[in-house]
């Protein structure tokens, strides 16, 4: 039963370009959600946050969208550069709960 | 630095051959947790811990053993390993909600890769 789903396993964009990575989640207990990034031989990394009170953020590049009708999120990144390749997860939590639930991840590739 | 460190990067071990994979943290965060990731699941989590001396079953505790006897510490005990626990480990901890980064930002260590043959 995952509760959080990234159904693209992969996603390739030429560079420049944008990139949308999409997110599912089927629990309405979910109210705060991220987004982390993972280089190979490293740990996950923080990239950006969204509350369930909000509908957009945006940080430089990156923008998290969220539809709380279709429990649905996506993570915008406009120019995408080489160096965005990497694996991106989905996590959804409750802001003050004690699990976080990741996706099973999308691998970016951007080329050059 | 803030981080999480975690103690051996890569082991290859045999079943039944009880180890530890240690975690530190030096960012004096109350929140630590243990995942695993795996093809196509992606990050699970093992176990976690709220406070010294409070911890939790996460999704797959299964074959696991934690304790948190100090703030700053996190170990993952594997009693009998077995090769279904051959995965990459990840220790996190986290900053309490409204902090620096955000509510619920995990920081991760650099991963554990654990085969068990």
């Known amino acids: 039963d995952q509760q959080v789903k990234q159904n693209s396993p992969s996603l390739s964009v030429q560079e420049g370009r944008i990139s949308i990575l999409n997110c599912d989640y089927t629990n309405s207990m979910f109210d705060y959600f991220l987004w982390y990034k993972k280089y190979p031989a490293e740990g996950p990394t923080f990239l950006i946050s969204?509350?369930?009170?909000?509908d957009k953020n945006e940080d430089g590049r990156f923008t998290v969208f969220l539809n709380k009708s279709a429990k649905h999120l996506s993570l915008h990144i406009v120019p995408s550069q080489p160096g965005d390749s990497a694996v991106y997860f989905c996590a959804a939590s409750a802001l003050r709960g004690f699990k976080t639930i990741f996706g099973a991840g999308t691998r970016l590739f951007v080329k050059a | 630095e803030a981080q999480v460190t975690q103690n051996p990067r890569y082991l290859i071990t045999v079943t039944g051959k009880k180890l530890t994979v240690t975690c530190s943290q030096n960012m004096n965060h109350e929140y630590m947790s243990w995942y695993r990731q795996d093809p196509g699941l992606g990050l699970r989590q093992i176990y976690y811990?709220?406070?010294?001396?409070?911890?939790d079953k996460g999704d797959v505790p299964e074959g696991y053993k934690v304790s948190r006897k100090e703030k700053r510490n996190f170990p993952l005990i594997l009693e009998s390993p077995s090769p279904n626990q051959t995965s990459l480990y990840f220790c996190a901890s986290r900053s309490p909600a409204g902090g620096p980064s955000g509510a619920n930002v995990l920081t991760f260590g650099a991963g554990s890769r654990l085969t068990v043959l």
């Open positions: 969204i509350s369930s009170i909000k």
């Open positions: 811990s709220m406070n010294v001396e409070v911890t």
